[in-house]
T-cell receptor, first 117, second 113 residues
Framework: AQKVTQAQTEISVVEKEDVTLDCVYE???????LFWYKQPPSGELVFLIR??????QNEISGRYSWNFQKSTSSFNFTITASQVVDSAVYFC??????????????FGKGTKLSVKP | DAEITQSPRHKITETGRQVTLACHQT?????MFWYRQDLGHGLRLIHY???????NKGEVSDGYSVSRSNTEDLPLTLESAASSQTSVYFC????????????FGPGTRLTVL
């Protein structure tokens, strides 16, 4: 069965620290897509990144980087030199193609990141 | 600019009442989704639609219904509200393929007393 696990419920760091948010997924599909969303205190959900199962290249966008490893079924998210504005709940999500699915997302339970000044 | 809106943003109702939450998108997306967010559960899929007149049940569909009469709207109805349906509800839309990201509305906070 498909599943996304974010084992870290809450993380607290001090500004400028690096922090990694873990995401482990389960799927029987060979074609799938992984996403990260950010939910700041204001409550909206903001798309951060998408990765497909055939592309294991790591991605870097400014202070954000993502490490996708199929061998360990993980799609971890690292924030370098964290800032107070990074404080949010971060969700990892999985989308499969099997069964005619057109993007139904299976979410992890989220990791609440608090960055203190 | 294209957007996705939800109304009302906050709603308090009583057990047993019928409640309808509106979702309207101007992206012209085929796919629309309803999720609920609860502490300790993340977001869970309630219902989804891949096009006009198409509706499907998600993981937690009991007590909810949707209908899709046009591309822009997917209203979510709670037939007889229960306290267990107190939650934050998010509507989302996407172009139509598994690899497309979903765009989320601002959410509706529903309290059932």
């Amino acid at each position: 069965a498909q599943k996304v696990t974010q084992a870290q419920t809450e993380i607290s760091v001090v500004e400028k620290e690096d922090v990694t948010l873990d995401c482990v997924y389960e799927t029987r599909d060979t074609t799938y897509y992984l996403f990260w969303y950010k939910q700041p205190p204001s409550g909206e959900l903001v798309f951060l990144i998408r990765r497909n199962s055939f592309d294991e290249q790591n991605e870097i966008s400014g202070r954000y980087s993502w490490n996708f490893q199929k061998s360990t079924s993980s799609f971890n998210f690292t924030i370098t030199a964290s800032q107070v504005v990074d404080s949010a709940v971060y969700f990892c999500a999985l989308s499969e193609q099997r069964g005619g699915s057109q993007g139904n997302l299976i979410f992890g339970k989220g990791t609440k990141l608090s960055v203190k000044p | 600019d294209a957007e996705i809106t939800q109304s009302p943003r906050h709603k308090i109702t009583e057990t047993g009442r019928q409640v309808t939450l509106a979702c309207h998108q101007t992206w012209n997306h085929n796919n629309m989704f309803w999720y609920r967010q609860d502490l300790g559960h993340g977001l869970r899929l309630i219902h989804y639609s891949y096009g006009v007149h198409d509706t499907n049940k998600g993981e937690v569909s009991d007590g909810y219904s949707v209908s899709r009469s046009n591309t822009e709207d997917l209203p979510l109805t709670l037939e007889s509200a229960a306290s267990s349906q107190t939650s934050v509800y998010f509507c989302a839309s996407s172009v139509g393929q598994a690899w497309n990201e979903q765009f989320f509305g601002p959410g509706t906070r529903l309290t059932v007393l």
